[in-house]
């Protein structure tokens, strides 16, 4: 996704989808972690385990990056949870950690 986005970034700009097409990253991140959670079926979930399934895909982070990127999901209302930063552990909510698109804050 990421290296579509940055190929055809002058085409994107002048159709005028480029930032739509950048919303659209942020949910294909939650979907990611969602599986990722589906996957362990765990209310806990390593950050580690999450850095794994990015670099499975092609996109290796750091602990630092996936931290932050999760962060920002926390914070836009995509994910119900919290950061554990001294465990480097993502707590989720055990009622509903992944709420449909339409609740989410914009």
């Known amino acids: 996704f990421n290296d579509a986005l940055i190929q055809f970034q002058d085409r ?3 159709q005028g989808t480029y930032l739509l097409l950048e919303k659209c990253k942020v949910v294909c ?10 996957l362990l079926e765990k209310h ?14 092609g996109m290796p982070a750091d602990l630092d990056e996936v ?14 949870g919290y950061l554990s930063h001294a465990k480097r552990v993502l707590v989720l ?11 989410v804050k914009q």
């Open 12 to 14: 994107f700009i002048r």
């Open 29 to 38: 991140y939650r979907n990611l972690f969602r599986r990722v959670h589906l």
């Open 44 to 57: 806990q979930i390593s950050l580690v385990d999450v850095a794994s399934a990015l670099k499975y895909l």
């Open 67 to 80: 931290e932050c990127i999760l962060a920002n999901l926390i914070y836009r209302g995509y994910i119900r």
């Open 93 to 103: 909510s055990k009622r509903d950690p992944f709420p449909i698109s339409a609740v």
